[in-house]
T-cell receptor, first 114, second 113 residues
């Protein structure tokens, strides 16, 4: 299995620009999660989907953040407009519906907003 | 609100020594996960603990869960350099869905020769 695939791996952009992060979950997984990791705040859940439907977006920091999952094999996390404090590593993870299965993480996108 | 505390946050060990990382959580839970993260890399699942008294072992690592004490431990036996990484525990709210995972801040382990 290819695992969770994220793109891009690295993104450097200027403040105010739109940023789109992409994720392809493991085939057959019905849960998809977006996390943000920083030194100060650790690993934070932003939003998660079940069967392509957003279930909990209470972790999304502001209206500048939005996430979509148009089908079972693709999700995006968009930041518009971006700010320097959005700089972090963003992870996508997926899992099977069964509660005894762990979440499988992608390699992450390292985002730097200048 | 579910809170997850790991200690220690930093651990420097000599090769060959034993040590334990602790994960305490504040409310009832029926699932606990341990992950490993190498610098600049993703998180890798190590263990899934689903019941009181659950114990799982893989190589030099052994994880256990005491749901009554709200405590999980990750025990390292005869540490080797390859175990150097950051270890996270993640706790699920009791009866909650897959999404309700709260991660600890992580324990950064450094194993020195």
């Amino acid at each position: 299995d290819a695992g969770v695939i994220q793109s891009p791996r690295h993104e450097v952009t200027e403040m105010g620009q739109e940023v789109t992060l992409r994720c392809k979950p493991i085939s057959g997984h019905d849960y998809l999660f977006w996390y943000r990791q920083t030194m100060m705040r650790g690993l934070e859940l932003l939003i998660y989907f079940n069967n392509n439907v957003p279930i909990d977006d209470s972790g999304m920091p502001e209206d500048r953040f939005s996430a979509k999952m148009p089908n079972a094999s693709f999700s995006t996390l968009k930041i518009q407009p971006s700010e320097p404090r959005d700089s972090a590593v963003y992870f996508c993870a997926s899992s099977l519906h069964s509660s005894n299965q762990p979440q499988h993480f992608g390699d992450g996108t390292r985002l730097s907003i200048l | 609100e579910l809170k997850v505390e790991q200690n220690p946050l930093f651990l420097s060990m000599q090769e060959g020594k034993n040590y334990t990382i602790y994960c305490n959580y504040s409310t009832t839970s029926d699932r606990l996960y341990w992950y490993r993260q190498d610098p600049g890399k993703s998180l890798e699942s190590l263990f899934v603990l689903l019941s009181n008294g659950a114990v799982k072992q893989e190589g030099r690592l052994m994880a256990s869960l005491d749901t009554k004490a709200r405590l999980s431990t990750l025990h390292i036996t005869a540490a080797v350099h390859d175990l150097s990484a950051t270890y996270f525990c993640a706790v699920a709210l009791y009866g909650g869905s897959q999404g309700n995972l709260i991660f600890g801040k992580g324990t950064k382990l450094s194993v020195k020769p």
